[in-house]
């Protein structure tokens, strides 16, 4: 990962998973933070989301939405090859910038990436699911 992007690990065990889960609770409870009394409300967030992850034996990455990843980190971020990516970036999916030869992808393009092809798949099943109850085939 980059500079500004941070990759923690699943959970190396139940145990750890469990001690997130009771990290969480305590953030919730507001007593895991209790020796710092200025958490902004968007810091708590964050760990919340990223306790509730390892809980769930997730592994999580934090990156600053302005940093520019390279072609492999994006796809690593998204799941997918580092050929796939690079002809998404040709078919115009996500805009990119040419360093010499290299490319870079904005992190807040990737996340607006994933939050577009989500909503095109929950469209999708939508369409599904509404296709399916007129032709009857729910109770």
């Known amino acids: 990962m980059s500079k500004s992007a941070a990759h923690i690990d699943r959970p190396a065990s ?4 469990n001690q997130a889960r009771r990290a969480l609770e305590a953030l919730r409870r507001g007593r895991l933070v209790s020796s710092t009394k200025a958490v902004p409300p968007a810091v708590t967030a964050a760990l919340e989301r990223v306790l509730e992850a390892m809980a769930r034996g997730d592994g999580v990455a934090v990156i600053a939405l302005d940093s520019e990843l390279t072609t492999q980190e994006a796809a690593d971020l998204l799941g ?52 399916s109850q007129r032709a009857g085939l729910y109770d």
């Open 14 to 17: 139940k145990a750890e998973a």
């Open 80 to 131: 997918i090859s580092r050929p796939t990516l690079v002809k998404r970036l040709e078919e115009g999916a996500l805009p990119f910038r040419t360093l010499g030869v290299h490319r870079r992808i904005k992190a807040a393009e990737i996340v607006a990436y994933l939050e577009r092809e989500r909503a095109a798949q929950q469209a999708a099943l939508d369409k599904m699911v509404a296709d």
